[in-house]
């Protein structure tokens, strides 16, 4: 056994099964990562958040005249002609259509079951903080007991960027 040194055996094995681990463990990340954009269920759902909030919903015998107010509670400005909204009675999509919060081209589109927007949020090319805006809907859309829900949407790319919910009791 002259000439040979009892550790010369054992690092060059520890070193490759070293690089083999790490090489697997880099893989297997990779793999995780890629996976998550082939099957999105894989990701977690983002939470819709609340910006334009309804304030109140105006709704009362006789005639139940229906009117939701909105406010923008977050902290920066939409231009209002690129939203649009969405409104839910009881998890059914209501027959209004609303495709433009902009007041002044509003008055141009063909807006069935809503009567008239208005407010603040509406009447300039963009709904800043604090500002309001009414929704007025065809009477007796909104009944006593209603669990109404409001989804706005940013236009240019079709995405929910706010909803909120209110119970009418």
Known sequence: MAGRNRDDGSSGTIGTILLVVITVILAALLALYLLSYQFPELQQPKEIPTIFEIQTILSENPDYDSRIVLKNIGDCPYENQYLSCRIYINDELAGCRIKTLNGHDFISTHHYGVQTVGGMGCSDISWKPSEK?????SDSTIRDGSHVRVDVIWEPTG??????EYYLS
């Open 133 to 137: 805006l009414a929704i007025d809907l």
């Open 159 to 164: 995405t929910t960027i706010s909803t909120d």
